[in-house]
């Protein structure tokens, strides 16, 4: 147990705990802005592994990681789109509609691995690009100032949606459409505009996502590698009470907790690994249930919208 | 003139009723796309998924044992949609329900089978009520969202299961043979349940599933805990003002819930593989909501839709040899069903609103 309070050990969760944040922050932060319109996709998770199996896919078979990107995001979008058909203008149950999105992309993309791949391989993804002078500063250089872009982009992802929802016109479109979409009609904003554009990038950021873990973090391609992921992203709208400052506490939290898990692995501490695996899980429940804020929540989150009805 | 608004009602019932058929032929040509894409010839392949399911005495066999777990799943499904909450922990419960009568049956192997079949059953389903029970306390308490609650407790299930046949349940063979496959022991026969055709895995546990089904009925439309259930989830609000207590039965759906998940679980030990393994579960706790929406959401529809997907699971494994479409397709298909039955229900709100408007 000594070993685990020296300094490299140290610097070594929190390099890590940083990159395991990655795909919650897209996956989260997406998810939020569907959630603040008043919409909420549960299929995350199916739009996740389908981003990971695109963007791993196109990234090995061009030799460009930025394409393998590229198609993620576009395969995202597609099944965000998807999401809002279904949810926005067929006014489907949210909860059961996302379980069906969900089954799809799971379904899909272990069917097309089987069918493109012999097995499982691995690619070399985007590489560590040291940030100038920054970089240089002994210890924390190396554990913040040496990722990928793909991580740096999660972190920069996190003001720029504080600042979109909560000081742009747009942002305000959104949230008054979450809270009263009946107010928000009578003044003339299209409910089911902001929702498709919501949805449909919530669907995008999950796609990216998705490609964070298949071509920047693990670099390989597995079926149902999210294994939950996207459902942990979605509990963190609810821990972070729908605001990406709230959400970047709850991923980091819940991303360092991972590393140290994985940390205990490779120091060989002597704690059944399958307890290990269980841990965000359990936690995640813990985490609901203690950050039950009814108040936070915006008033139409699920209801599809009718006009006319009061 | 009663007599006429009456037919007219009969109508509306029956279209609401064959409303998810709908999804079927959508969902077939999208399949066929899909296949098309793959470079498999979409005739073929449906054929070979036909002739899979019901090709042969032993497929239809096999299309039933399949049909079992789906059914008792669906029941589950069913009720806690009913009850207006969202029960996606069928995986977990099943497993935690199969972990349990495997445990006992393995500690009273020297008990009568009068006895240990029946206990098994109960324990079985006594363990998915509890796993149930969890997120269904913390939603009526808390507010917690069930369906991230009850996922989350899928996730600790199948990590509990993987803990214990790797280690305190595994075989004892296993460990001797050196090749620790994560299995439980074999069950003691006094636990198996009977088979009903020779040289077939078709068990009692089928017409258990029947049963129950018929029970559930009863249940949800004849007494009135069921009648409960079902205002609670047509009308929160209204059922408040009746003075039901809602979240207690929210959370008793979720219970009841798990409960027939939990049962399913004991069920496919005790009548299919006879031991634990890893795997078990095998989605029926994903398609079993499949079957349920596809059933209407009613105990005696999700009979022929367990299975109608019952069938397409056992097809899947011909489709795979005869095209060489990995069966991963009809949990594709699976996906897409759930999305156009849910899309077309706002049909069935559109008809019922002009409805309210004319009358």
Partial sequence: MSDLFTVPVILGIIYSGLRLATPYLYAAIGEAFAQNSGVYNLGVDGIMLMGAFSGFFVGMRTGNLWLGLLAAAGVGMLMGLLMALVSVTLKAEQGISGIGLYMFGLGLSSLLFKKTMSGVESISGFQPVRIPLLGNIPYLGDVLFNHNLLVYGAFLLVPLASFVLYRTPFGLMIRAVGQNPQAADTLGINVDLIRYITVTLGGTLAGIAGASLSISLINLFQENMTSGMGFIAIALVYFGSWRPLGILGGALLFSFVNALQLWLQVLGVNFPYDFAVMLPYAMTILALAISVRRAAMPDALGKPFERGEF | MPQRSEIKRTLNQVFEAILPLLAVPVALVIGALILLLLRANPGVAFAALVQG???????????????????????????????????????????????????????????????????????????????????????????????????????????????????????????????????????????????????????????????????????????????????????????????????????????????????????????????????????????????????????????????????????????????????????????????????????????????????
């Avoid at chain 2, 496959?181 to 089928?206: D, F, K």
């Fill in chain 2, 53 to 359: 399911a019901v090709g042969s005495t032993f497929s239809v066999t096999q299309t039933l044992v399949k049909a079992t777990p789906l059914l008792l799943v669906g029941l589950g499904i069913t009720i806690a949609f009913r009850g207006g909450v969202i029960n996606i922990g069928g995986e977990g419960q099943i497993i935690v329900g199969a972990l349990s009568a495997t445990a006992l049956a393995l500690s009273l192997n020297q008990a009568p089978g009068w006895l240990l079949l029946p206990l098994c059953l109960i324990v079985g389903t006594l363990s998915g009520a509890v796993w149930g029970a969890v997120p269904g306390v913390l939603k009526a308490r808390l507010g917690v969202n069930e369906i991230l609650s009850t996922i989350m407790m899928n996730a600790i299930a199948l990590q509990l299961s993987n803990y214990l046949l790797r280690g305190p349940m595994i075989d004892p063979a296993e460990i001797e043979a050196g090749t620790r496959i994560a299995q439980s022991a074999l069950l003691p026969r006094q636990a198996w349940l009977p088979r009903l055709v020779p040289q077939t895995l078709l068990h009692a546990g089928s017409i258990l599933a029947l049963v129950m089904a018929i029970l559930v009925y009863i249940f949800l439309w004849r007494t009135t805990i069921g009648y409960r259930i079902r205002a609670v989830g047509l009308n929160p609000r209204a059922a408040r003002y009746a003075g039901i207590p809602v979240p207690i039965y929210q959370a008793l759906a979720i219970i009841l819930g798990g409960a027939f998940a939990g049962l399913a679980g004991a069920v496919e030990v005790m009548g299919v593989q006879r031991r634990m393994l890893e795997g078990l579960s095998g989605g029926y706790g994903f398609s079993g909501i499949v079957a349920a929406l596809f059933g209407n959401l009613h105990p005696l529809g999700t009979i022929p839709a367990s299975v109608l997907f019952g069938g397409l699971l056992v097809g899947a494994d011909k489709l795979q040899r005869a095209v060489q479409v990995p069966s991963a397709f009809v949990d594709t298909l699976m996906g897409l069903i759930v999305l156009f039955v849910v899309s077309s229900r706002i049909w069935a709100v559109r008809r019922a609103r002009r409805r309210e408007t004319y009358e």
